[in-house]
């Protein structure tokens, strides 16, 4: 039997929808914080460390385990370090525990100066989940400015410092998240499943001290009116993104944070108890789908006007990617497009890579969309599309 007096994670993830939790437990010492793991994992009990909620999707089911989410929230500039080579913007090592809001350590670091991360603007989500999706946008990810991530490694039950050649970043991927799928995102989950074999105590980036930095997206130099490859200030680049995110309807309803179950968790930009009309594009997982890796033979039977862009396969060979938003459009899916007229969930009024939850939406009514968009991309390209939030009790197939 649930109790009342945990949250559902319909109050804890931005898609608004999931079952009530068993146990809520939210610790804000690093020795609170191992010891809600640990007794987890020695109970027997399934384990999900949650962040923001922003990526996931979970069951309407009870979840009969343990959600532990870190309140833990500092950030600390550790030191400053010789240029790499003469002329070049001094370097600096900024370290943030796990439980940080990612756009609260963004604005932190815009606000210091420090660059290499204010494109990464208005991302929901925490520090700690930032690295285990890798995120990225507008021309810049995660794990290209990380320098190392403390671990609770549950395997050994020590604490482990992973530097970036054992981290394996690449597009949405990290050995962190690996470690929750024997065989790549949404394949049979490992024993640790839903969350990684290592959980993220506190993450260490490593930022240029300058106030200016290159613009290398060209929607993001439209935006400022410039050439992709100049370099502009930070705090121009941030506010350009958030315009973008936001006109995307991508930025997280602040709204939520009126939530007791949400109230405290950030410091940037919190709505309490807001009269405003609620943005229902706003009620997501961000983007739905990654954009698909392909072989450069499935990308000579795109149409032309097809996005491409340079990638690699998880092998390491030369390979495509293309947008998913641009394939799910062109297979007949429009801005706004529900199964039924009834349904209460649909892709987001803004953009067609955002499934959303229209107010009443059940975790099915978004599995049921989801699983017509994939399969309707499929049969128009024959490129199967991957989810990009974590499945808890859910399955599209």
């Not at 990464?120 to 290209?144: D, F, H, K, R, W």
């Given at each position: 039997?649930?109790?009342?007096?945990?949250?559902?994670?319909?109050?804890?993830?931005?898609?608004?929808?999931?079952?009530?939790?068993?146990?809520?437990?939210?610790?804000?010492?690093?020795?609170?914080?191992?010891?809600?793991?640990?007794?987890?994992?020695?109970?027997?009990?399934?384990?999900?460390?949650?962040?923001?909620?922003?990526?996931?999707?979970v069951?309407?089911?009870?979840?009969?385990?343990?959600?532990?989410?870190?309140?833990?929230?500092?950030?600390?500039?550790?030191d400053?370090?010789?240029?790499?080579?003469?002329?070049?913007?001094?370097?600096?090592?900024?370290?943030?525990?796990?439980?940080?809001?990612?756009?609260?350590f963004?604005?932190?670091?815009?606000?210091?100066g420090?660059?290499?991360?204010?494109?990464?603007?208005?991302?929901?989500?925490?520090?700690?989940?930032?690295?285990?999706?890798?995120?990225?946008?507008?021309?810049?990810?995660?794990?290209?400015?990380?320098?190392?991530?403390?671990?609770?490694?549950?395997?050994?039950?020590t604490?482990?410092?992973?530097?970036?050649?054992?981290?394996?970043?690449?597009?949405?991927?990290?050995?962190?998240?690996?470690?929750?799928?024997?065989?790549?995102?949404?394949?049979?989950?490992?024993?640790?499943?839903?969350?990684?074999?290592?959980?993220?105590?506190?993450?260490?980036?490593?930022?240029?001290?300058?106030?200016?930095n290159?613009?290398?997206?060209?929607?993001?130099?439209?935006?400022?009116?410039?050439?992709?490859?100049?370099?502009?200030?930070?705090?121009?680049?941030?506010?350009?993104?958030?315009?973008?995110?936001?006109?995307?309807?991508?930025?997280?309803?602040t709204?939520?944070?009126?939530?007791?179950?949400?109230?405290?968790?950030?410091?940037?930009?919190?709505?309490?108890?807001?009269?405003?009309?609620?943005?229902?594009?706003?009620?997501?997982?961000?983007?739905?789908?990654?954009?698909?890796?392909?072989?450069?033979?499935?990308?000579?039977?795109?149409?032309?006007?097809?996005?491409?862009?340079?990638?690699?396969?998880?092998?390491?060979?030369?390979?495509?990617?293309?947008?998913?938003?641009?394939?799910?459009?062109?297979?007949?899916?429009?801005?706004?497009?529900?199964?039924?007229?009834?349904?209460?969930?649909s892709?987001?009024?803004?953009?067609?890579?955002?499934?959303?939850?229209?107010?009443?939406?059940?975790?099915?009514?978004?599995?049921?969309?989801?699983?017509?968009?994939?399969?309707?991309?499929?049969?128009?390209?024959?490129?199967r599309?991957?989810?990009?939030?974590?499945?808890?009790?859910?399955?599209?197939?």
């Open positions: 039997m649930m109790t009342q007096n945990t949250p559902r994670f319909a109050d804890i993830t931005t898609m608004g929808v999931g079952g009530h939790i068993a146990e809520f437990i939210e610790p804000d010492s690093r020795p609170g914080f191992l010891e809600a793991i640990i007794m987890a994992d020695v109970s027997g009990k399934a384990l999900c460390v949650i962040g923001g909620g922003s990526n996931m999707l069951s309407d089911d009870d979840f009969d385990g343990v959600v532990v989410r870190d309140a833990r929230r500092q950030i600390s500039v550790l400053e370090a010789a240029p790499v080579e003469e002329g070049a913007a001094p370097l600096t090592s900024v370290s943030a525990t796990a439980g940080v809001h990612w756009d609260d963004v604005d932190y670091c815009v606000r210091m420090l660059a290499g991360v204010e494109a990464l603007s208005g991302i929901p989500g925490t520090v700690g989940a930032s690295v285990v999706q890798n995120i990225g946008a507008y021309g810049q990810e995660v794990g290209s400015v990380v320098s190392s991530v403390e671990v609770w490694d549950r395997e050994t039950q604490v482990r410092t992973l530097l970036p050649e054992e981290l394996n970043f690449s597009y949405r991927h990290s050995l962190l998240k690996n470690s929750m799928y024997t065989a790549g995102a949404h394949s049979e989950p490992t024993k640790y499943f839903p969350s990684p074999r290592y959980i993220v105590l506190e993450v260490t980036f490593t930022l240029m001290h300058s106030s200016t290159t613009v290398d997206m060209a929607q993001l130099a439209r935006s400022l009116d410039v050439e992709v490859g100049e370099r502009f200030h930070i705090a121009d680049i941030r506010r350009a993104v958030l315009d973008i995110r936001e006109a995307k309807g991508v930025l997280e309803d709204q939520r944070y009126a939530n007791p179950w949400m109230q405290g968790t950030t410091d940037n930009g919190v709505i309490n108890g807001s009269s405003e009309e609620t943005d229902r594009d706003k009620w997501s997982c961000g983007s739905f789908f990654m954009n698909p890796i392909i072989s450069t033979e499935q990308a000579e039977r795109l149409p032309d006007d097809a996005p491409r862009f340079s990638a690699h396969d998880p092998e390491g060979n030369p390979a495509v990617k293309t947008s998913a938003a641009w394939l799910i459009q062109h297979a007949g899916f429009a801005p706004g497009y529900r199964v039924s007229s009834n349904s209460q969930a892709l987001s009024s803004k953009h067609t890579l955002v499934l959303t939850n229209r107010g009443a939406a059940q975790t099915s009514d978004i599995v049921e969309l989801a699983r017509t968009i994939r399969d309707g991309v499929e049969r128009t390209f024959g490129i599309l991957v989810p990009e939030p974590v499945f808890i009790g859910v399955e599209l197939d």
